[in-house]
């Protein structure tokens, strides 16, 4: 199964960037001499803009690491080479294709002292992203993006069902300085013991600092309500996060996450980067 669905997910890759290609208008020089780059990462909140069409814009965290230490165990989850391609379509249209190839659970038992390890590929989440207003990220862009994960990884690293969402957010240049943006996003999640789906609401609060033409700041807040069946918890989050453009096509960035309340993961720390070809 793991191999058909690595198979799989090449194939609509390759499908993807073929069909942004051709919707390419290469006699355009406007769009050749377009120098759109907007990468989600590294923060948490989500850009309102898009990928230029017959364009792909991959996002890369080639580490991802989270950890949850509670009383009575330590969850350390690691997600390597985790990949969004984004691949225009439309002067305000872009799909999205998210995957990880290797995602690595070990789980300690802090009473015996037991620890397991689970390991595969995640689940892959396909998305379009449709801007309503500046598609280039400048002044206020806003977009809306429906998403839907299916369930290609296996055993405890899948969630052994779909899910599906959307996605609303709302980015504001204040000047050439500062920004605000506002990610809300509202999903049925697979409840945790698979058989159903739940609502999962969360909303993020960024604020973007310019510190040079190459280096931006980010501070995020995050306040996420999950009403899985088994138990209904609130989760906060505050991260902090810096990016690095040392070409106007390549972005390298670190990422800190802390959870600020017993429901929530401790720590997450992330080192990735974007590019687009």
Same mark, same amino acid.
């Given at each position: 199964m793991g191999t058909a669905v690595v198979r799989l997910v090449r194939t609509l890759l390759f499908t993807a960037c073929v069909a942004g290609a051709a919707l390419a208008h290469p006699a355009s020089a406007q769009q050749r001499d377009d120098d759109r780059f907007c990468p989600n990462r590294p923060s948490?909140?989500? &850009? $309102?803009?898009?990928?230029?069409?017959?364009?792909?814009?991959? @996002?890369?965290?080639? &580490?991802?690491?989270? #950890?949850?230490?509670?009383?009575? @165990?330590?969850?350390?989850?690691?997600?390597?080479?985790?990949?969004?391609?984004?691949?225009?379509?439309?002067?305000?249209? @872009?799909?999205? #294709?998210?995957?990880?190839? !290797?995602?690595?659970?070990?789980? /300690?038992?802090? +009473?015996s002292g037991e620890v397991s390890r689970i390991s595969g590929i995640s689940d892959l989440t396909l998305a379009v992203r449709q801007n309503i207003t500046h598609a280039d990220g400048h002044g206020l862009s806003t977009a809306v993006q429906p998403f839907v994960t299916l369930p290609t990884g296996r055993g405890q690293i899948s969630d052994g069902t779909w899910s599906a969402g959307a996605v609303v957010p709302v980015v504001y240049e204040v000047n050439d300085t500062w920004s605000l943006g506002f990610t809300a996003q509202a999903a049925a999640l697979a409840d945790e013991d698979r058989h $159903?789906?739940?609502?999962?609401?969360?909303?993020?609060?960024? =604020?973007?600092? +310019?510190? *040079?033409? *190459? =280096? +931006?700041?980010?501070?995020?807040?995050?306040? @996420?309500?999950?009403?899985? *069946?088994?138990?209904?918890? +609130?989760?906060?989050?505050?991260? $902090? &996060?810096?990016?690095? !453009?040392?070409?106007? /096509?390549? !972005? #390298?960035?670190v990422l800190a996450v802390a959870g600020l309340n017993h429901n929530t993961p401790d720590l997450r720390l992330a080192l990735g980067g974007a590019f687009v070809f």
């Open positions: 948490l909140g989500s &850009s $309102g803009c898009t990928t230029l069409p017959g364009q792909v814009q991959v @996002e890369v965290a080639g &580490s991802d690491w989270t #950890l949850d230490n509670n009383t009575d @165990e330590r969850v350390d989850t690691i997600r390597f080479v985790d990949t969004i391609a984004r691949i225009g379509v439309g002067p305000k249209t @872009e799909f999205q #294709l998210g995957w990880s190839p !290797q995602v690595v659970q070990r789980t /300690r038992n802090k +009473t $159903g789906r739940h609502l999962d609401a969360s909303g993020i609060v960024e =604020v973007g600092y +310019t510190i *040079s033409p *190459s =280096v +931006t700041a980010f501070g995020d807040v995050v306040v @996420e309500r999950d009403n899985d *069946s088994a138990q209904h918890v +609130t989760m906060t989050q505050l991260a $902090g &996060s810096l990016a690095w !453009q040392p070409t106007k /096509r390549t !972005q #390298l960035d």
